[in-house]
Every structure is written in structure tokens, then in C-alpha cells.
């Protein structure tokens, strides 16, 4: 018997921020992928592998509830020992969840150097998230609820618990969904809409790696703090987040790359006005170099995601603008990834095969 599921990173493209409080914003899925298979235990032992983070099987027991216990103390998968439980209360575990040997290897979100292990900011949590509770409701014959939205909110859920209850999910919704998506939260943080969408054309995207990694958790801890004090500055600045992410979506659906790259334009200066509202280090000197470079190489330029570290994109509807703004950056010394675009969400391949 044997379960093997996979899903995609992400890249939001604009919304960062403004979507915790309502506003529209996109993302696309992103040809990385975090890949869980679940197979029979041997022994009858539960056990898991996680490739770069514990390269040996380590043995847990689960109990009734979700909860699990590691044979190794010194043993800690946080998402694991989070996800279980929160599994369980969603019915996702079964009456009695099948000793399996795990594997989960998320080695695609990261980088390595001289220096070490560097997550790359493409959304590995949400990743594994998703594949690992899918491929945990098909291993225990739990399926999940039929509708899409219903299933979405669910690996929300799930992943918020590993998060402090923080996150918007849209990094959720590109693992599961795939392609570029429409994102937007209700107002008691439940998600309101998560479509399908297609870019522009012509629009051209070049994704750049700061050399560093960022702790979004920590920023949005941070911003969470100085919206319970003097919140005046911090939700003008949200705002003007959530008017010019709107607009960015009204430009995709218009199909107007020139109106996206405006957009993305009044973005960085939204950014810039949070990061001295909230005193949030969002536009790094990294991420503060590449936008010089990417003018100077007609194109324009924002961090993707929470900012300070991690990843940025280039825009520009001119592929020699595309091209320059490579060479200069590689030339300033950051580095390009080679991303792309996937279509393909969420895929599982179950005992049948389906």
C-alpha cells in the first residue's frame, strides 16, 4: 500500500499584507514541489523521513487524537507534531490511522551553500502542508470535504496551527490550486474566494534570490503588535496596500501588462510607507539594489511576500528590459532562480491509483 502526493510553492505576485485584512490579491503556483509518500510499516511502526532536516527514519506513536510522541526526545518536526492532531479533529485520520513509513522532502524550497541550508520563500509549509493532510486522508480513507473552498479553508486551518493561528493562506492556495490565483479572506478570516486567473501575455517576470532568508511569522507578529498600539499610520499605509492590490487585480483581468507594471510601481511605494509606519525592515538593501537595477533596466521590481530577505520579481512587457535587468543583477551579485509557472495544483496518486 503505498500514497504519494505532491504541491507546489508559490510566489505572490501582489497583495502581500493588504490580503490579511480583506483585500484582493495573486499569487501563482510555482515548479517546486514538496513531495510526501506514505507507505506500509514493515514492522508496524510508524516512522519518518524528512530528507535535509532528519535524514534517518525516526519512530512516533500516534495516538487516538492526533497527538504524537517521538521514541528519539531530541526529535522535532514541528509541522508534523502540529498537523496530526489538528488532522484528527477534522476528521482526517480515520477511527484508527495505519502504522506508515513517511517521507517528506521539501529539499526543492531550499538553497545551499558554503554558509549552509537557505529556506528560499516559496511557501515549503504550505506546501508540505497540503500534500502530507492529503495524502494522510487518503492513507486512513478519510476523504476530505467534497466542496473546493471547503477543502481550502481546511488546509488553512491546518496550517495556521502550525503558525500561531497567523497567515492568510494564500500560499495554501497556490499548493493546492496551481496556476495563478485570485485570493481574498471574509471578514472573520475565512476565505472568501480563491479563482483561477491568467496573466497577461506580454508580461514578463524575473525572480531574484536576496541571499537571504526572512521570517514572515515574525513580521506578521510584529505588525500585529503595532496595530494594537498606535495603529493610525500602520492602517493608512494597509489601505493604500489594498487600493493599488485591487487594481493590480482589475489589470489582470483587463489583460493590461502595462497597468499590472503601474500597479506593481505604487505597490513598492505602499511597502515603503508600511516599513516606516509599522518599522518593518519589508524592503531590504537587497530588495532596495534590484529595484534600482530593474529601473535602470526599464523594467520595475517588489519583494514577494513579506519582504526583508527571501525572494523578489522583476517586471517588465519588454523582453530586452527582461534580459538586461538579469545581467545587471547577476552582475550586483544576486542571484536569479529559475522559476516557473505550473498549472498543476495538489497531485495525488492514491492505493487505486486515482
Not at 497597468?259 to 530588495?287: F, K, M, Q, T
Request: hydrophobic share 45%.
Amino acid at each position: 500500500m503505498m500514497v504519494e502526493c505532491s504541491a507546489p510553492g508559490k510566489l505572490v505576485l501582489v497583495g502581500e499584507y493588504a490580503v490579511l485584512f480583506g483585500h484582493p490579491a495573486l499569487v501563482m503556483a510555482v515548479d517546486r514541489r514538496a513531495r510526501v509518500r506514505l507507505h506500509s510499516s514493515e514492522d508496524g511502526r510508524s516512522t519518518v523521513t524528512a530528507p535535509g532536516l532528519q535524514s534517518q527514519p525516526r519512530e512516533l506513536t500516534i495516538a487516538g487524537d492526533g497527538s504524537a510522541s517521538w521514541r528519539d526526545p531530541s526529535t522535532h518536526l514541528p509541522l508534523v507534531e502540529s498537523l496530526l492532531p489538528a488532522a484528527a479533529r477534522y476528521g482526517l485520520l480515520g477511527a484508527r490511522l495505519l502504522p506508515f513509513a513517511a517521507e517528506l522532502d521539501t529539499r526543492a524550497f531550499f538553497a545551499e551553500d558554503g554558509t549552509g541550508r537557505h529556506k528560499l520563500g516559496l511557501g515549503s509549509s504550505a506546501a508540505l502542508t497540503v500534500a502530507l493532510a492529503s495524502a494522510l486522508a487518503s492513507w486512513s480513507g478519510s476523504p476530505p470535504p467534497r466542496g473546493r473552498l471547503d477543502w481550502l479553508q481546511v488546509l488553512v486551518e491546518l496550517h495556521r496551527e502550525a503558525h500561531g493561528g497567523r497567515g492568510s493562506g494564500i500560499d495554501v492556495a497556490a499548493s493546492l490550486l496551481g496556476g495563478v490565483v485570485e485570493y481574498r479572506l471574509g471578514e472573520r478570516g475565512d476565505v472568501a474566494a480563491a479563482e483561477p486567473t491568467v496573466l497577461p501575455d506580454e508580461l514578463q517576470m524575473v525572480f531574484v534570490w536576496t541571499g537571504r532568508s526572512a521570517d514572515t511569522g515574525d513580521f506578521l507578529e510584529h505588525l500585529e503588535h503595532c496595530l494594537g498600539r498606535d495603529s493610525g499610520r500602520v492602517e493608512a499605509a494597509l489601505a493604500r496596500l489594498g487600493t493599488v492590490s485591487g487594481a493590480a487585480v482589475e489589470a489582470v483581468h483587463l489583460r493590461s501588462a502595462s497597468a499590472v507594471l503601474g500597479a506593481v510601481d505604487a505597490y513598492w511605494d505602499g511597502l515603503n510607507d508600511l516599513e516606516e509606519a509599522a518599522g518593518l525592515p519589508i524592503l531590504s538593501a537587497e530588495h532596495r539594489m534590484a529595484r534600482r537595477v530593474a529601473l535602470a533596466s526599464g523594467a520595475t521590481y517588489k519583494p514577494s511576500g513579506a519582504g526583508g530577505g527571501d525572494l523578489g520579481i522583476a517586471l517588465t512587457n519588454d523582453p530586452d528590459a527582461a534580459a538586461a535587468f538579469g545581467r545587471d543583477i547577476r552582475a550586483a551579485g544576486l542571484e536569479i532562480m529559475d522559476l516557473s509557472l505550473t498549472a498543476t495544483g495538489c497531485r495525488l496518486t492514491s492505493p487505486t491509483g486515482t
